[in-house]
């Protein structure tokens, strides 16, 4: 992962509190310089439709508060290792603009905070994010206890692919991140019930067998995936079931402090990160979700 630089967005208020420290944390690690996103929503600025205030000063009023609280929840990091950026506009067109003028290789936002950046993160803003963004997109739920380790250090991840080229990506950041913090993780792929079936239909007896041969044969494919340096770090899971409550199961279960995974696979990649199975997943408040997207040219 290319992570010269990261923005951070946030509203300043508790919940996104909770982003800027995995950023500083993340930051650190990677030696980056981190970008402070404020975002001024406009239409938060114009609720009287014919009255809006000047922009320039509400930008410098809202600079010079916004530095002060950073500073104060920052205290502990370094004060060169992160810089402001206020902006006015709409969250996603500012964000995006932010990101190209930071070349930065990591986007870090908070959910379930009650005003701009909970509209940017739940639901058509959040795909178009996704959709458009060329950089990883870290989101991390605002109602992530503080004192969670994941805000200090990430010492071990989930990482599910489906096998699609798309998900690929995903796998090899994945296990980067994993050489990076010297983490332990587990790569998990997901028979799903249309799969299970299959082996039903195909011979009633004899279907449990198939099933687990076809799983013996998913876990020898994904100890496949993995480097020969990882492998004493490594789990390997073939779960059963809607893929989007088996994986959270399986972050539940085993304390996972960041899930990694594709943002446009063909499978349950897909279904699982874009559109309402991403929002239950971060409404637990159990992890952060690091979304990959994909390369243009896969197919």
């Given amino acids: 992962m290319n992570v010269s630089s990261i923005v951070c967005a946030t509203d300043l208020s508790e919940g996104s509190n909770k982003a800027l420290f995995l950023s500083a944390y993340i930051a650190g690690v990677f030696k980056a310089k981190l970008y402070v996103a404020n975002v001024i929503d406009l239409p938060a600025v114009t609720p009287y439709g014919e009255t809006m205030v000047d922009p320039l000063e509400l930008q410098a009023r809202v600079t010079l508060s916004a530095k002060a609280q950073i500073s104060e929840v920052l205290a502990a990091f370094p004060p060169d290792l992160w810089e402001l950026k206020v902006s006015i506009g709409y969250p996603t067109k500012e964000l995006r603009a932010i990101v190209k003028e930071t070349g930065a290789g990591l986007l870090v936002a908070a959910t379930h905070i009650k005003s701009g950046i909970e509209r940017l993160l739940l639901g058509s803003v959040t795909q178009k994010l996704m959709g458009t963004l060329e950089i990883p997109f870290l989101v991390v739920p605002g109602s992530l206890p503080l004192e969670r380790k994941a805000i200090h250090k990430t010492e071990s991840l989930l990482i599910p692919t489906d096998f699609s080229d798309h998900s690929k990506e995903a796998v090899a950041q994945g296990l980067s991140l994993a050489r990076t913090f010297g983490a332990d993780f587990i790569l998990v792929t997901v028979m799903e019930p ?14 449990e067998f198939l099933a687990q041969k076809h799983s013996d044969s998913l876990k020898e494919r994904l100890w496949e995936l993995i480097p020969p340096d990882l492998k004493d770090k490594a789990k390997v899971e073939v779960l059963a079931g809607r893929p989007h409550e088996e994986i ?52």
């Avoid at 637990?284 to 990959?292: K, R, T, W, Y």
């Fill in 194 to 207: 249309a799969q299970l079936d299959q082996f039903l239909i195909k011979d009633p007896q004899k279907s």
């Fill in 248 to 299: 959270t199961k399986c972050a539940i279960l085993n304390h996972v402090d960041l899930i990694v995974m594709g943002a446009h696979g063909r499978g349950f990649i897909e279904n699982f990160i874009v559109g309402s199975t991403t929002d239950r997943l971060v409404r637990l408040g159990q992890f952060p979700v690091l979304a990959i997207r994909g390369s243009r040219s896969a197919s």
